[in-house]
C-alpha cells in the first residue's frame, strides 16, 4: 500500500516509482471509481488477472482492468469533473426550447451544476445519485430524443465542415491550375516579342509588335481569372445543391428500421471476467484453441450481446424521429 500526494508525482507512477523522464512512451491510466491513477503496466500487473483492491492506501475500492482509461488531464480533479459533467449532461440534455417560461431553463442548468458539484466533491453522494437516477427514469422518452437529436446535429456539423474542406481543397487546384497556365503564358509571350523582334525580314515597328503582343497577352489574362471565377461559383452551388439533394432523397426514401438497419452500441450490459460455462470451460485455456487466437471473451460478448439487443429500442420514438427526418443511431 502507498500514500502519495499526485502533485509531487505528476510524472512518476506512484506505485511502481517508473519516471517518465526515463520512459517517455509510459501512460498514465484513471478509473472511474475512484480516480487514483497509476501506469498501465501496473494496471496490466495488478488488474490483469482479475478484479483486485486499488493499491492507494485507504482507498478499499476492488478496481477491475476493464473500468481504467487513460489520463487526459494533469488534474485528477478536472478529469473527474469531466466525466461527471458529460454523464450528468447525457440524462439531464434538455435545450431552452424545452422550457416555456422564461427562467426555468436557468434554474434547470443551475440543477446540473449543483450536481456536478456534490458528485465531483463527493458530497450528497447517495441523495445526487438517486436524484439523477429517478430523473432519468421519469424522462426517458425526452432523454433518448434530445441524445439523438445532439448526435444528429453533430453529424450534420461534421457533414458540413467535410464538405467545406473539400471545396477548399478543389478550389485551391484551380488557382493552382489558372497559376501555372498564367506562368506559361508570360514565358510564351517573352519569347514570341523577341522573336518578332529579331525577325528581319518583318518590317512592323517594334512598338506596334510589342503593344500587339501586350495586348493579347492582357486579354489572355482578364480570360483566365473569368474563367477561374466561374469555375469557383459553379463548384460551389454544385456541392451546395448536392448537399440539399441528398438530405432530400434520404428523406424519401430510407425505410424505417429502428438504428437505421445497424444495432444499439451502447451494450445493456456489464461483461464480467468468466462465466462459468459449461460449454467453454474446458476450452478457454487449451493451447490448441488459443494458438488460433480465439478468446473465451468474444464468446461471452456475443452471446450476451445476442439476448441483449432490441432491449433499449423505444420504437415508438424512433418512428417519431424518423418522421421527422431525424436518423437516430
Ligand atoms: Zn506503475
Ligand atoms: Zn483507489
Redesign the pocket.
Known amino acids: 500500500m502507498v500514500v502519495f500526494k499526485d502533485e509531487k508525482w505528476i510524472d512518476k507512477?506512484p506505485?511502481?516509482t517508473?519516471d517518465r523522464y526515463f520512459s517517455p512512451d509510459m501512460k498514465f491510466l484513471v478509473n472511474l471509481e475512484c480516480y487514483h491513477r497509476?501506469?498501465e503496466?501496473?494496471v496490466d500487473r495488478i488488474f490483469g488477472s482479475g478484479p483486485a483492491l486499488c493499491p492507494y492506501q485507504n482507498c478499499g475500492k476492488t478496481l477491475k482492468k476493464r473500468q481504467f482509461k487513460e489520463q487526459i488531464f494533469d488534474d485528477i480533479n478536472i478529469e473527474k469533473e469531466v466525466d461527471i459533467r458529460r454523464r450528468v449532461c447525457k440524462i439531464f440534455n434538455k435545450t431552452e426550447s424545452d422550457f416555456k417560461k422564461p427562467g426555468e431553463y436557468d434554474l434547470y442548468l443551475e440543477k446540473i451544476e449543483d450536481m456536478v458539484y456534490n458528485l465531483t466533491n463527493e458530497i450528497d453522494v447517495e441523495k445526487t445519485e438517486e436524484e439523477l437516477l429517478k430523473y432519468e427514469e421519469a424522462n426517458r422518452g425526452l432523454i433518448n430524443i434530445n441524445n439523438d437529436r445532439v448526435k444528429q446535429n453533430l453529424i450534420k456539423f461534421q457533414q458540413k465542415q467535410e464538405m467545406e474542406k473539400n471545396l477548399r481543397e478543389q478550389k485551391r487546384k484551380l488557382k493552382e491550375e489558372s497559376l501555372l497556365e498564367q506562368q506559361e503564358d508570360e514565358l510564351y509571350y517573352e519569347k514570341e516579342v523577341k522573336r518578332k523582334l529579331l525577325d528581319s525580314a518583318s518590317d512592323v515597328p517594334a512598338e506596334k509588335i510589342i503593344n500587339q503582343l501586350k495586348f493579347e497577352f492582357e486579354q489572355r489574362t482578364e480570360m483566365r481569372k473569368k474563367k477561374l471565377d466561374e469555375s469557383i461559383k459553379a463548384l460551389t452551388s454544385q456541392l451546395t445543391n448536392s448537399d440539399i439533394e441528398k438530405d432530400k432523397n434520404k428523406k424519401v426514401t430510407t425505410p424505417f428500421t429502428p438504428y437505421d438497419g445497424d444495432k444499439d452500441l451502447e451494450f445493456k450490459f456489464t461483461l464480467n471476467d468468466s462465466y462459468d460455462d459449461f460449454a467453454t470451460n474446458n476450452a478457454k485455456n487449451n493451447p490448441a484453441y488459443l494458438a488460433g487466437g480465439w478468446r473465451v471473451e468474444q464468446v461471452y460478448e456475443r452471446a450476451l450481446q445476442q439476448a441483449f439487443i432490441g432491449i433499449g429500442c423505444f420504437i415508438d420514438e424512433k418512428v417519431v424521429l424518423s418522421s421527422q427526418g431525424i436518423e437516430s443511431f
Open positions: 507512477c506505485i511502481c517508473t497509476m501506469c503496466s501496473c
